[in-house]
């Protein structure tokens, strides 16, 4: 199983991007996608995650209403969907999966949880 980000990017607040997690691999009939990130000097924290299950979505606090997740089954690939980004909002993405877990996306996934990560990739929004 290998999960690839990709649409790192240089952006002013305000701006949109959006980024892909290309999934390979993948043959689990059911899993939860989680987005991370983490910011300079601090620590991994959730922003959104998708359940396989009934394509539920759960976001953080800091993120809602401005971050979307999706999930294309023909391309086997989740995507976030960023708008109306903050200089906060700096930091680098990784997705990761937990896989062959039957769970409703009720709560953000833990990272301590996750089975599989990506490498990540850069977003920084200039102020």
């Known amino acids: 199983v290998q999960l690839a980000e990709s649409g790192r990017g240089l952006v002013q607040a305000g701006g949109s991007l959006r980024l892909s997690c290309a999934t390979s691999?993948?043959?689990?009939?059911?899993?939860?996608i989680g987005w991370f990130r983490q910011a300079p000097g601090k620590g991994r924290e959730a922003v959104a995650g998708?359940?396989?299950?009934?394509?539920?979505?759960n976001y953080a606090d800091s993120v809602k209403g401005r971050f979307t997740i999706s999930y294309d089954n023909a391309k086997n690939t989740v995507y976030l969907q960023m708008n109306s980004l903050k200089p906060e909002d700096t930091a680098t993405y990784y997705c990761?999966?937990?896989?062959?877990?039957?769970?409703?996306?009720?709560?953000?996934?833990?990272?301590?949880?996750?089975?599989?990560w990506g490498k990540g990739t850069l977003v920084t929004v200039s102020s």
């Open positions: 990761a999966a937990l896989v062959n877990i039957f769970a409703t996306m009720t709560s953000l996934p833990n990272d301590y949880d996750m089975d599989y």
């Open positions: 998708f359940s396989s299950v009934d394509g539920s979505t």
């Open positions: 691999g993948f043959t689990f009939d059911s899993y939860v």
